[in-house]
């Protein structure tokens, strides 16, 4: 994986954190860190490449609705509507430093590095802080005078990498889980469920999706399902026979209304899986055989 980046000429080291302001209200904020700490930073971000890279696959366009691995290599471009934090977050000009912030330790969800090149160009590393919050908990000693005393100030631990990296038009992403947590993106692909039908109903007219609209409001797995079907942007190409077939084949009912097909409640799962090309059927033995997918990749 190649990054819009030069680890040769660094000029500019900025650390910081994200904290949880309030249950709606995320902000993030630089802390000064001396040039040891920097030093540790950009090795994290390096390592982090290392490891995408040593993971023997092509990396892939990260999908919402794929169960990925915990260690993986996806990308996603900068873009994508569904990652509005993470841009602003690495484009962002105007970052308050608040010296502070590692004393709200309870607030922290993730911390982040923000290298610059003599080119001009930015990357962005970010963790999701369990380890932040972790040591906080735990029992820990020093060495004082010859004692070992309990130290009761609230320390930190920075781990060997980071979840993912940004550059100037994509997202690098190592741990699909620590970037859907820190780039809030459940709660984004649930926020988008309505303009997301809102182009499938166009795309695919003869559904009607009134009542898939509302299954999927309160359900993250559909909403994922439903922000799949719609970035894969093939949806005007479907033929209302062949997907009649293929919910037949597959143990999808649907219901006639006027013209249009209505999916009922209990099936409204399955059909969003058909439409995300997952759900499918084989015949090897004449009894055919019904399987969901939990990733598709094109052959």
């Not at 309505?194 to 166009?202: D, F």
């Not at 006639?256 to 799962?269: A, F, I, K």
Request: with cysteine; net charge negative; glycine share 6%.
């Amino acid at each position: 994986m190649d990054l819009n980046f030069d680890f040769g000429s660094i000029n500019n080291v900025e650390f910081g954190v994200g904290l949880d302001e309030d249950i709606n209200d995320r902000g993030f904020y630089l802390v000064p860190v001396d040039p040891q700490i920097q030093g540790v930073l950009v090795d994290m971000a390096r390592e982090t490449l290392d490891g995408i890279n040593r993971i023997d696959q092509v990396p892939s366009l990260y999908d919402p609705s794929d169960k990925h691995a915990s260690q993986d290599s996806l990308y996603v471009p900068l873009n994508d509507p569904n990652v509005g934090s993470i841009e602003s977050l690495h484009t962002a000009e105007n970052l308050l430093v608040r010296p502070n912030a590692m004393h709200e330790y309870g607030k922290i969800f993730c911390y982040f590095v923000r290298l610059t090149d003599v080119h001009g160009n930015r990357l962005t590393g970010v963790r999701r802080s369990t380890q932040f919050k972790g040591v906080v908990k735990k029992r820990l000693i020093t060495a004082v005078d010859d004692t070992l005393k309990l130290n009761t100030k609230p320390m930190f631990a920075l781990d060997s990498d980071f979840d993912f990296l940004v550059d100037s038009d994509k997202i690098v992403i190592f741990r699909p889980s620590g970037f859907e947590f820190s780039g809030q993106l459940q709660e984004a692909i649930i926020a988008a469920v309505p303009a997301n039908i809102q182009v499938l109903g166009q795309a695919i007219p003869f559904v009607n999706f009134t009542s898939i609209e509302e299954y999927a409001s309160t359900r993250p797995r559909a909403a994922r399902y439903i922000a799949s079907i719609k970035s894969m942007g093939n949806q005007n190409n479907i033929d209302r026979e062949c997907l009649e077939q293929l919910c037949t084949y597959t143990g999808v009912a649907l219901e006639d209304d006027n013209g249009q097909l209505v999916v009922p409640d209990e099936h409204s799962m399955a059909f969003l899986e058909v439409l995300d090309r997952r759900r499918y059927g084989v015949d090897l033995t004449g009894q055919p055989e019904r399987y969901v997918a939990a990733a598709r990749h094109k052959v």
